[in-house]
């Protein structure tokens, strides 16, 4: 694909038509882990907005020297990031493929091309980490790694900072807030702070509010909702479901989370559809799913809610081991023991070769359920 002979075949007529910023200039589709993906209809402006929010925070300091690479779909989240980058003079890379088969090869991407800047999701980064040669490349000019769109489990986190070094950004977002709600920069990597998402980016506003609106008070857990003019119009032909997400002016994300006395957001809930209600008590997949991945030989966690004659619902571990180890479920539950309340240990674990994943690399938690319904 030629760019310079791209722009020579175009038509010289300027398109007909007025626009407005705020007219629909796409529709974007959600990645439907929860349920049927629904089209976000997004404003012109909204994509000068994101791509200012990206060059204002994420990218600060990016330059025409800089070298970019995105290991996810472009039509998903790394889509966002082409603008700015050309913006900036700067070089996109684009491959085909980014999966553990692949990671040798794009290893010597990194290592021949001199890429400075990725753009990635936790499950291939976990993937990349898993590699067994990860160790022999030289990645040194990869002074920046954008991750986010699912949870990164904090243990594998550590390992990636300890390959790569200080090198990590997190990015909070979803296609109703256009990608960019809060932001999580290199020198926060630190201690508790490996497990949030930061805090708002410059230009939105974040609460995390009980089912009345009324924001919580730090270490409470409420639902992050979201302000800014980046944020969708509504949801294309789904008035109602554009109603209940867009309230006063505000994105209400379904994720839940809570926010600490120096205003950074851990989003230690998951979505509101995946809470788990036990013997009438709430439980958060997310938090199980952290603790799993203390176990060594967990690569990959999903928690998930099935149904109980007892319990109402009753919680299910299921878990892909990393290449060449094993290990029981009654170790895996004794990890639990130590470190969650007894309610929210898991009553099952199963051990699968892979979790279900949609093409933007997050766990689809509606599949896991379908296969565990019957109970």
Known sequence: LDYDRLLSSASPE?????LEPGDIGE???????????????????????????????????????????????????AGWFILPVWMKGATHFIVPRYDAETASG?????????ITVVKTVPTVLIRLLDSPDIRSHNLSTVHTVIYGGSPMPVERLKEAIDIFGPVFVNLY???????????????????QRLGSVGRPCTFVQVKVVDNEGRE????????????????????????????ATIRNGW?????LGTVDEDGYIYLTGGRKSEMIISGGLNIYPAEVEQVLYRHPAVAEAGVIGVP????????????????????TEQKILAVCREHLAGYKVPKSVDFLKELPHNAAGKIVYGELRKRYKAG
């Open 14 to 18: 300027e398109p007909e038509g007025e």
């Open 251 to 255: 994105i209400y994300t379904s994720d």
């Open 308 to 327: 109980d004659p007892v319990w109402g619902e009753a919680v299910k571990a299921c878990i892909v081991l990393k290449e060449g180890q094993q290990t």
């Open 27 to 77: 529709v974007r589709y959600t990645s439907g882990t929860t349920g049927i993906p629904k089209g976000v209809m997004l404003p012109y402006w909204s994509r000068l907005a994101i791509t200012r929010n990206l060059l204002t925070d994420h990218l600060g300091g990016f330059t025409s020297e800089d070298r970019f690479i995105a290991l996810q779909p472009l039509y998903h989240g």
């Open 106 to 114: 794009l290893f010597d991407l990194i290592e021949k091309e001199g």
């Open 173 to 191: 977002g979803q296609m109703e807030a256009a990608m960019t709600i809060t932001w999580l920069g290199k020198e926060e990597h630190t201690g």
């Open 216 to 243: 919580v008070s730090p270490g409470e857990t409420g639902e992050v909702i979201v302000q800014g003019d980046h944020q969708m119009i509504g949801y294309l032909d789904r008035p109602d479901v554009t109603a």
